[in-house]
């Protein structure tokens, strides 16, 4: 069964190109906001095979924050599979289906905004799913929908004594009509959402399965490294890359505005024609600030009333009522906001399209 979200109050029942299964459409507003029509893309995808495996096409990234974990959870929530049975995989780069809610029409992950917009999107795929499921069951048992139960992944019809796992009825579920309205659960009721659940990413990058960008191998791929200048904002003032285009291995040697690449055979050979380079640059342009110059324009702006954002109770009437107050300075230099990993990225420029990779 595939789902995704393409209408806030319609849904379009869309035909499967091959294979079997359900494919619908489900617009539906980001969790901020369930009310107002605001004008969303469409979103979320799940899949459910005859093998009862739940795929969840996340489309935030997962760098640790447990997005490929929580998202599916909410599905799960909704759908009432089995925990078991779920997976997760990442979504391609698609906006017009896989928009943050929270950005607009753009695309991606940040600002803990992932489940802030998706939170009401993957309830409502994951119940619409499950209706759909019910609907297929009762119309075959000739019974009606509500007498239908479902937990964890089984549909059954107490008073007959049938039941049957949702992969039996994912291609049936394909002729039912989309429900335009599905109830949500009780969050009392919740037996994935805050509960303890295994993380589904947690079992491949332990063991080395995972796969990152660095584990492609192309046909005929190069890999490319840059040479950057220690200060932001920096520039190349002129490069002599002789002794870099004479290491074997090594293909070309390109000046960046704002770096040099060395392109080689493989990994090591990019590295030994990069630390080969001679660059001189120009840092006419450079950001010079250092961490005590960032304190110091931090220390005169906290002096400084600023916009208030929201105000609750009298908090400096508190503090000049209080017996004791504790007053404390905490300084940290600047970090860099990057990842701890080398930040890579898998290109292949073909017959017109570029195709990337990252991660």
């Not at 929580?70 to 089995?82: I, K, M, N, R």
């Not at 002789?242 to 704002?258: C, I, K």
């Not at 931090?298 to 009522?321: E, S």
């Not at 906001?337 to 420029?349: I, L, Q, S």
Request: hydrophobic share 45%; proline share 4%.
């Amino acid at each position: 069964m595939n789902v995704f979200l393409v209408d806030r109050r319609d849904f379009l029942r869309l035909g499967l190109a091959a294979g079997t299964g359900l494919v619908l459409g489900v617009r539906l507003a980001g969790a901020a906001d369930d009310a107002a029509p605001a004008a969303v893309t469409p979103d979320v995808f799940v899949r459910i095979g005859e093998d009862d495996t739940v795929t969840v096409i996340v489309k935030h990234i997962e760098f640790g924050q447990g997005t490929f974990t929580g998202l599916p959870t909410v599905v799960a929530e909704e759908l009432d599979c089995d925990w078991s049975r779920v997976r997760a995989v990442g979504a391609p780069a698609d906006p017009a289906r896989y928009a943050n809610l929270n950005w607009g029409g753009a695309q991606g992950t940040g600002g803990s905004s992932s489940m802030n917009n998706a939170y009401t999107q993957m309830r409502r795929a994951g119940a619409t799913a499950r209706a759909m499921l019910v609907a297929a069951a009762a119309r075959a048992w000739q019974v009606r929908p509500g007498e239908i139960t479902v937990h964890r992944g089984v549909l059954r019809h107490a008073a007959s004594g049938r039941e049957a796992r949702f992969g039996e009825f994912a291609a049936a579920a394909r002729a039912e009509a989309v429900p335009k309205n599905v109830a949500l659960k009780d969050p009392a009721d919740f037996v994935y959402i805050g509960h303890d659940l295994p993380r589904l990413d947690i079992p491949a990058k332990s063991d080395g399965s995972a796969v990152y960008t660095q584990d492609f191998r192309l046909p005929g791929m190069l890999t490319a490294l840059v040479a950057h200048p220690r200060r932001f904002g920096a520039g190349v003032a002129r490069v002599d890359d002789a002794a870099a285009r004479a290491v074997d291995g090594v293909v070309e040697v390109l000046t960046l505005p704002s770096g040099v690449a060395v392109v080689a055979r493989d990994f090591w050979t990019a590295r030994k024609g990069r630390e080969a380079l001679a660059v001189e640059w120009d840092e006419t342009k450079a950001c010079r600030r250092s961490s005590d110059d960032i304190l110091d324009q931090y220390r005169t702006l906290a002096a400084q009333p600023g916009l208030v954002a929201r105000a609750d109770g009298d908090a400096a009437g508190a503090l000049a009522a209080a017996a004791t107050t504790l007053d404390a300075d905490y300084e940290f230099p600047y970090l860099a906001h990057a990842a701890m990993e080398p930040m890579n990225a898998v290109a292949r420029f073909e017959n017109g399209a570029l195709e990337m990779w990252y991660g």
